[in-house]
């Protein structure tokens, strides 16, 4: 009918009448696409990421990144970080030779105007031997006859080593062996060091110690043995029947929290999974979490409060590694973000780690250990190293929060093939 009506309207041609016409159909061309503005939206997902989760039908991994995550992007997701390193001042190696170790640093403590860190540290004649040449003088493994030393910083970076704070204790006493991997707990005005108390060399038959605890009036000690094991392992047949390692104690719901791994199955590989033990005396007794273990993957893991809930370090071990969980009831943990590079034992400075608080604010920086740090395994020994990162609510770092970490082709090709490797392929028939 627009076509009969442009007809007779401009039939009887004349210059006015073709104006007319000209104008009339700019108007309709106009309001053709005007018409378009109008015309619903697109049917594929939207050009800007939503914020929010839309109100359409999505795939699993879309609503995954809406429903797991605390932002869909994770330059805004709070536990979500790169972690960088800073080599630490202060700490003699023997020129890496392998006879002195440090590792498995406890978390951070701030305390008489300066920072606190106890760890593993071994000086032997020679660098570990293994178990069936280890004897009275010479290791097994890195962190076998190793007593606790600490150290304190003004900032972080260049550190001043105390000494011993706790030695091997005489047997048969827990730890005669071997004292490692300790952690502190700060409670009620006392200072507590829970730690591997090993009574045989590590690897005789595995890697088997339970959990001792030592306590004093101030982190610089003099610490008291309690000489009493503060965490049994597993009885016979339960996953943590051999090993207790990492005590990791917070304080929540006024209450203490020890988080642990413990290394099981070994068929054909151990497993590493991280259990809980919860105690209202520091001395003891805890009691093992009924649904242990809690978190499948890692290795020595770190954890802080966040929020309500807890925050967890999971890196090296198991199929949830390099990746930083969360749990709001403390129990239950879900993935909170994936990661990478992250710190080897990482033992964070967490301001809030014993204050029972139910707004954990996160944390920025921590020490961590670099094992095989001569790259020879005939010297095998650990060193000290400093890590940063953003996983706090009172910090916005947006270089922490970059998401590809650059590595150079040489970090790829000394991922190379092994023998065995090149062998399969060669031998693998090239197709027709
Ligand atoms: C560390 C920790 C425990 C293990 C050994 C020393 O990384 O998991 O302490 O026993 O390795």
Redesign the pocket.
Known sequence: CIQRAIFNYIHPCNSMKLFSFLLLSLALATSCFGANSATPPPKGFPFSLPKEKPDRPLSAAMARIYDQYEAPRPEDNELFSQFKYTELKGFDYHGHDGTISR??PSKVIFANGKYYVWY?HRNTPTPPQGADKSTDKIPS???DLADIWYATSKDGFTWEEQGVAISRPPKPNVGWRSV??TDILEWKGKYYLYY?GFMQA?GKRG?D?PVAVSYADSPEGPWTAHNQIVIPNGAKGEWDQY?I??PYPLVHDGKIYIYY?S?FDGDPKLV?MQGLAIGDNPLGPFTKHPLNPVITSG??TSLFPFQKGVAALVYKDGNEHNTIQYAEDWVNFEIASITELMP??GAPFVPDAFTNTKDGRGITWGLA?F?NAGNEWQKNHAILTRFDCDLSRDLHDPEMKAHQVRYTKEDYYQQGLSLKQKERIRNTLTPE
């Open positions: 590792r498995d593993t493994s890195d962190w490692t991997t591997q590590s890697d110690c090993s390692h990492d791994k290394d590493r290795h020595e080897f034992a250990h094992i």
